[in-house]
């Protein structure tokens, strides 16, 4: 198994372009989430998705979009990038039910200028 | 909607134990975690324990729950320098769909 896996793995943007952050698992996982990772901030959840078809705002969804049109793959997308979503990306998946271990994919490092 | 806490530093000499704290405000999580970021990598599970439980111990580890003040902590004895790296606590939010983490802790150990 692969796992969870991230593309690309870095990143630079102008402001106001748009890209798509692409993460896919082989784990046949319900749950996949997306986070950003700021100094000082933690990691903070943008969306999340419990199977195909179902996406949710997390904490800071605001210029982010995703979907979910098959179990496997969860796409990011910028629609128009910002200095302030200069963060690294990290993907997530786990299986239903408490207690099982939420997988990180290795993380995009995003720089928007 | 849940929010965790954590102190944002902790440094000690190797071989001394180390003790990361965390609070949490929302109980409603069937299972609390926590994670390690080593410098540019991704977070890994490095141990959980269910709600139930006030501790669980794990090799090096330990953690320890105490529900009623929503305040959980993990131990490592014997820490190392390669265990220098951010850790993180975590609930699942209130739904059960994605975990909320805390800001993380930077353990430094030094030789």
């Known amino acids: 198994n692969a796992g969870v896996t991230q593309t690309p793995k870095f990143q630079v943007l102008k402001t106001g372009q748009s890209m798509t952050l692409q993460c896919a698992q082989d784990m046949n996982h319900e749950y996949m989430s997306w986070y950003r990772q700021d100094p000082g901030m933690g990691l903070r959840l943008i969306h999340y998705?419990?199977?195909?078809?179902?996406?949710d705002q997390g904490e800071v969804p605001n210029g982010y979009n995703v979907s979910r049109s098959t179990t496997e793959d969860f796409p990011l997308r910028l629609l128009s990038a910002a200095p302030s979503q200069t963060s690294v990306y990290f993907c997530a998946s786990s299986s239903v039910g408490g207690g099982n271990e939420q997988f990180f994919g290795p993380g995009t490092r995003l720089t928007v200028l | 909607g849940e929010d965790v806490e954590q102190s944002l530093f902790l440094s000690v000499r190797e071989g001394d134990s180390s003790v990361i704290n965390c609070t949490y405000t929302d109980s409603s999580s069937t299972y609390l975690y926590w994670y390690k970021q080593e410098p540019g990598a991704g977070l890994q599970l490095l141990t959980y324990i269910f709600s139930n439980m006030d501790m669980k111990q794990d090799q090096r580890l330990t953690v320890l729950l105490n529900k009623k003040d929503k305040h959980l902590s993990l131990r490592i004895a014997d820490t190392q320098t390669g265990d220098s790296a951010i850790y993180f606590c975590?609930?699942?939010?209130?739904?059960?769909?994605?975990?909320?983490f805390g800001k993380g802790t930077t353990l430094s150990v030094s030789s």
């Open positions: 998705s419990v199977g195909a078809g179902i996406t």
């Open positions: 975590a609930g699942f939010n209130q739904a059960g769909t994605a975990l909320i």
